[in-house]
Protein backbone atom coordinates (compact mmCIF):
# COMPACT_ATOMS: atom_id res chain seq x y z
CA UNK A 1 0.00 0.00 0.00
CA UNK A 2 1.13 3.54 -0.86
CA UNK A 3 1.64 5.77 2.46
CA UNK A 4 2.03 9.59 2.26
CA UNK A 5 4.37 11.51 4.84
CA UNK A 6 3.03 14.50 6.58
CA UNK A 7 4.44 16.89 3.75
CA UNK A 8 3.24 15.11 1.19
CA UNK A 9 -0.70 15.12 2.85
CA UNK A 10 -0.61 18.45 3.82
CA UNK A 11 0.28 19.37 -0.12
CA UNK A 12 -2.44 17.00 -1.55
CA UNK A 13 -4.86 18.56 1.25
CA UNK A 14 -3.88 22.26 0.99
CA UNK A 15 -2.98 22.78 4.26
CA UNK A 16 -0.29 23.54 6.52
CA UNK A 17 1.90 20.41 8.44
CA UNK A 18 0.44 22.32 12.00
CA UNK A 19 -2.46 21.99 10.76
CA UNK A 20 -2.57 18.21 9.83
CA UNK A 21 -1.00 17.83 13.93
CA UNK A 22 -3.78 19.60 15.09
CA UNK A 23 -6.67 17.76 13.42
CA UNK A 24 -4.57 14.84 14.81
CA UNK A 25 -4.57 16.06 18.63
CA UNK A 26 -8.56 17.03 17.93
CA UNK A 27 -9.23 13.19 16.72
CA UNK A 28 -10.37 14.46 12.96
CA UNK A 29 -7.61 12.52 11.76
CA UNK A 30 -6.30 9.26 13.17
CA UNK A 31 -3.14 9.22 14.46
CA UNK A 32 -1.24 7.41 11.66
CA UNK A 33 1.00 4.14 11.62
CA UNK A 34 4.37 4.90 11.91
CA UNK A 35 7.42 4.03 9.77
CA UNK A 36 10.62 2.36 11.57
CA UNK A 37 12.30 5.53 11.26
CA UNK A 38 9.40 7.66 13.37
CA UNK A 39 7.99 9.04 10.27
CA UNK A 40 4.00 9.60 9.83
CA UNK A 41 2.96 7.16 7.36
CA UNK A 42 -0.69 8.18 6.00
CA UNK A 43 -3.04 6.10 3.81
CA UNK A 44 -4.64 7.70 0.56
CA UNK A 45 -7.88 7.71 2.61
CA UNK A 46 -6.55 10.43 5.02
CA UNK A 47 -6.53 12.82 1.90
CA UNK A 48 -9.90 12.37 1.41
CA UNK A 49 -10.69 12.68 5.03
CA UNK A 50 -8.78 15.85 5.46
CA UNK A 51 -10.80 17.14 2.16
CA UNK A 52 -13.73 16.24 3.68
CA UNK A 53 -12.70 18.50 6.86
CA UNK A 54 -11.88 21.58 4.41
CA UNK A 55 -15.14 21.54 3.04
CA UNK A 56 -17.00 21.04 5.52
CA UNK A 57 -15.21 23.81 7.19
CA UNK A 58 -15.82 25.77 4.40
CA UNK A 59 -19.36 25.54 4.87
CA UNK A 60 -19.37 27.34 8.40
CA UNK A 61 -19.23 23.73 10.32
CA UNK A 62 -17.08 23.79 13.70
CA UNK A 63 -14.24 21.15 14.47
CA UNK A 64 -17.03 19.56 16.68
CA UNK A 65 -19.40 19.47 14.39
CA UNK A 66 -17.36 18.17 11.75
CA UNK A 67 -16.46 15.07 14.06
CA UNK A 68 -19.55 14.18 14.53
CA UNK A 69 -20.10 13.97 10.45
CA UNK A 70 -17.15 12.03 10.45
CA UNK A 71 -19.11 9.57 13.05
CA UNK A 72 -21.79 9.57 11.07
CA UNK A 73 -20.00 8.56 7.93
CA UNK A 74 -18.67 5.78 9.58
CA UNK A 75 -22.26 4.17 10.18
CA UNK A 76 -22.32 3.90 6.14
CA UNK A 77 -25.61 1.67 7.02
CA UNK A 78 -27.71 3.87 8.89
CA UNK A 79 -30.35 6.23 7.67
CA UNK A 80 -28.70 9.87 6.69
CA UNK A 81 -31.48 11.25 9.22
CA UNK A 82 -28.81 12.79 10.93
CA UNK A 83 -26.81 13.96 8.56
CA UNK A 84 -30.05 15.83 7.06
CA UNK A 85 -30.61 17.36 10.49
CA UNK A 86 -26.85 18.90 10.58
CA UNK A 87 -27.20 20.24 7.18
CA UNK A 88 -30.92 21.74 8.72
CA UNK A 89 -29.26 23.05 11.70
CA UNK A 90 -25.92 24.66 9.85
CA UNK A 91 -28.49 26.05 7.39
CA UNK A 92 -30.63 27.81 9.94
CA UNK A 93 -27.48 29.24 11.82
CA UNK A 94 -26.65 30.42 8.48
CA UNK A 95 -29.78 32.39 7.82
CA UNK A 96 -29.72 33.89 10.94
CA UNK A 97 -25.60 35.24 10.93
CA UNK A 98 -27.26 36.56 7.63
CA UNK A 99 -30.04 38.46 9.49
CA UNK A 100 -27.40 39.99 11.82
CA UNK A 101 -24.90 40.98 8.98
CA UNK A 102 -28.61 42.98 7.25
CA UNK A 103 -29.21 44.36 10.57
CA UNK A 104 -25.43 45.91 10.78
CA UNK A 105 -25.27 46.78 7.08
CA UNK A 106 -28.90 48.89 7.88
CA UNK A 107 -26.94 50.57 10.68
CA UNK A 108 -23.99 50.94 8.92
CA UNK A 109 -26.03 53.04 6.31
CA UNK A 110 -27.41 54.61 8.53
CA UNK A 111 -24.72 56.56 10.34
CA UNK A 112 -22.76 56.81 7.01
CA UNK A 113 -25.75 58.76 5.87
CA UNK A 114 -26.24 61.32 8.97
CA UNK A 115 -22.86 62.90 8.23
CA UNK A 116 -21.22 63.78 5.10
CA UNK A 117 -17.74 64.29 6.32
CA UNK A 118 -17.82 68.46 6.30
CA UNK A 119 -17.47 68.95 10.01
CA UNK A 120 -15.16 68.31 12.38
CA UNK A 121 -14.13 64.91 13.99
CA UNK A 122 -15.20 66.28 17.67
CA UNK A 123 -18.78 67.20 15.99
CA UNK A 124 -19.07 63.92 13.74
CA UNK A 125 -22.79 62.07 14.56
CA UNK A 126 -21.27 59.06 13.45
CA UNK A 127 -18.48 59.19 16.22
CA UNK A 128 -21.39 60.44 18.69
CA UNK A 129 -23.95 57.61 17.70
CA UNK A 130 -20.82 55.30 18.65
CA UNK A 131 -20.56 56.68 21.65
CA UNK A 132 -23.83 56.77 22.72
CA UNK A 133 -25.17 53.41 21.18
CA UNK A 134 -27.83 54.60 19.21
CA UNK A 135 -27.88 54.05 15.26
CA UNK A 136 -28.24 58.06 14.16
Request: charged letters at 30%.
Amino acid sequence: MTTLRIGELASKGKVNLETIRYYEREGLLLPPRRTPSGHRAYAPPDVLRLRFIKRSQALGFRLTEIKELLALKVAANHPCVDVVRQIEAKAAEVKAKIAHLRAIERTLRKMKASCEGRCSVSECPILESLDSGRSS
